[in-house]
DNA sequence: AAAATATTGTTATTTTTTTAACAATAAGTT
DNA sequence: AACTTATTGTTAAAAAAATAACAATATTTT
């Protein structure tokens, strides 16, 4: 399939969750405009990221939920699954594996890796963390794709090196500072405090 | 000024960020492609903010670093600075408290609030934590106008009406659950698991 | 003094994303 | 059996965002 747009990939994670909760109450089928409802988005749009994905509703009983949960497990996630790993355990970084733990997904975080003594050698919801100069073999031997940058900003781009050189090719960065990275390699990047300062903006406009 | 677009508001935040790094490297004047490379984007897309916030730099020199933060400044905060509420005193609540902590910032978290008795009436990072049956009294006293919501994702919905009710003006909603918001209170929404999803994607898709 | 250079500010174009419009149609209703 | 209704799937249009193009011009070089 042709590679789907940023905005729908991002709704189709959300589809995905909500569809979940939908199942498990034991509902089976569902309409464009519930979807819409429960991500309080419309529903032109839910078929319109329905239709890019390739897959047909019925017209009186709507979407099978399961099969659509099926198709976007197909689209987003690899039969083996995925493992990650997280660089910098501080409240950030905890969180991620926190969330992922216990979690049914796909998504594995494998290892983390830190240089505070006090977090190395322990594990947190069963990860295991490293010290930093491991970095590099533990990602060869896991063969981990994907890492997540939680560390104070200063050394973001250090550890971004450190990554891609370790193999990886996917990155989400949690510092405020911006990185870039080689061709091949995909690069999320978030900001806490720009979120922060453009609810602020709006607030003060209003 | 009319409202600016949502991705000036965000690449304000950034510019600042990067142009105090630069003041406080000494650095007085910088040119659009100098910024641009600080934060990987086109020197096209630095001039057209810059633009739009009616700033001008000199044909030589560039911009002024100071006159350009001060007006950025003058867009993003308020006079009296803006106070905000954490509700949720988990990893990212406190990932929040701390980031805003000694940052020398005009936004300010004032109070958090959580239900857990080991986390309550206690201060982090100099923000003290109240039960969450007092976050009507303490925003109203307190004049908050932005929330952001750190809890579990279930109790979401119930604590941005508690928030709504209370007379905050701002939401950032850091759990999955989507949130829907009267008329007036603007809505951020940001969901953790989606950008990693997302990061996972396009790594298969490579 | 003329030419070359580097940079800004702004308009025009392109691309991406969202929204609207509507034909097709399955199921229920008269 | 014709009519109504509700919904999908898809094309068309609009809006938002990013990029390109380029005129204007201050400074430096020849």
């Keep these: 399939m042709e590679t789907l747009p ?3 990939v991002e709704r189709l994670s959300q589809y995905r969750r909500s569809l979940n909760n939908q199942l498990a109450k034991g509902k089976e089928h569902i309409f464009s405009h519930e979807i819409a409802n429960l991500l309080h988005i419309t529903s032109v749009q839910v078929r319109r990221d329905i239709m890019l994905i390739g897959y047909s509703g019925t017209l009186r009983k709507g979407y099978d939920i399961k099969e659509l949960v099926d198709l976007i497990g197909k689209i987003l996630d690899t039969d083996e699954g995925q493992k990650i790993a997280v660089v910098g355990m501080g409240n950030i970084g905890k969180a991620f594996i926190h969330y992922l733990y216990e979690k049914r997904s796909k998504l594995k975080v ?5 240089v505070n003594p006090e977090k190395i050698d322990k594990s947190y919801a069963d990860v295991y963390c490293y010290h930093l100069d ?3 073999d533990i990602i060869a031997k896991e063969n981990i794709k994907i890492g997540i ?4 900003p200063q050394v973001a781009p250090e550890i971004s090196d450190k990554l891609v050189d370790a193999g990886i090719k996917g990155i989400l960065n949690y510092t405020p500072k911006p990185l870039s990275v080689p061709e091949g390699v995909y690069l999320e990047e978030y900001d806490m405090i ?7 903006y709006f607030v003060k406009k209003k």
Excluded: H, M, Q
């Design 110 to 114: 494998v290892a983390a890796f830190d």
């Design 134 to 136: 491991k970095l590099k």
């Design 194 to 200: 720009t979120s922060l300062e453009k609810v602020a």
């Design 6 to 8: 940023d905005k729908t």
């Design 149 to 152: 940058i939680t560390t104070p």
